[in-house]
């Protein structure tokens, strides 16, 4: 990992769905479980964020646990060994984000990115995006690979393969790549 996909991570560790550096033990609390709401999907997943004027470009790899909806869920990003590095979980207008520096309340997932990346991503549409269709809380438009919906071009034709791609023109451009667990495989 580079000097900045380092950079990145220890910020998000700081403020958000806090992706820290490999070995950062969760010492503090661990979230109360929640009834399984769907079962977990896992993989592994790469984000790339283009410079802009003020910020330089992000990158980074992770691996991740997720479950839910749009409306309610939970996401868990791990190290490459394994530790579980920040929880976020979500339902009916608040989010919250458990990593080692604490718990932290926000109104909705688009908030945690936010202020993350500076750049609003759509993680409430994410567990739709993996499972290959668009969220159906928005409109979408069928492209040849997959759909367009929230300013994204989302490919799901590589989807049975266990890859989904999303990806966003608009400055600075973002590319999210998802490599999932196929069962079996």
Known sequence: MNATGRRWLSRLGVRLIAWTLAG????CATPQQRPSINPWTTGRLSLRVGASA???SLGVNAAFELRGNGEEGELRLLSPLGTRVATATWAAGRATLYTADGERAFNNLEDIAREAL???LPL??????????????QPFRSIANGFEQLGWQVSTHERAEGRVEA???????VQLRVRLDLPGA
């Open 124 to 137: 409430a549409a994410l567990p739709d995006w993996l499972a290959g269709r668009p969220w159906p809380r």
């Open 118 to 120: 500076g750049e609003p």
């Open 54 to 56: 003020d910020k330089p």
């Open 24 to 27: 950062t033990l969760m010492a």
């Open 167 to 173: 990806t966003r023109e608009s400055p600075p451009a």
